[in-house]
Nanobody
């Protein structure tokens, strides 16, 4: 069974940093493009960053230059390093293989002073 388990969220002040992790299982991790999604309160879930099966990456304009996505195929894990956090980054963050419709429980990120 395909599973994604996110961790690393929390409460951080504006300008702070967090590193999210996502452990994947039940799939051939290395062949899939992996994505981090965000669902802010009252808004639709959006894709904020993706990393291809190689090393290519793509970012939403709102996080470009502040967030970095990376993967470790040996550990079946994808990371999201979030710097210079803003209140509008608040939301539940999910990871999944972009092509598959399996979602984890997400991890809450709250940016507030």
């Amino acid at each position: 069974q395909v599973q994604f388990v996110e961790s690393g969220g929390g409460l951080v002040e504006p300008g702070g940093s967090l590193r999210l992790s996502c452990a994947a299982s039940g799939l051939i991790f290395s062949i899939y493009t992996m994505g981090w999604y965000r669902q802010a309160p009252g808004k639709q879930r959006e894709l904020v960053a993706s990393v291809f099966s190689g090393t290519g990456t793509n970012y939403a304009e709102s996080v470009k230059g502040r967030f970095t996505i990376a993967r470790d195929n040996a550990k079946n894990t994808v990371y999201l390093q979030m710097n210079s956090l803003k209140p509008e980054d608040t939301g539940v963050y999910y990871c999944k293989a972009v092509a598959l419709n399996f979602w984890g429980q997400g991890t809450q990120v709250t940016v507030s002073s």
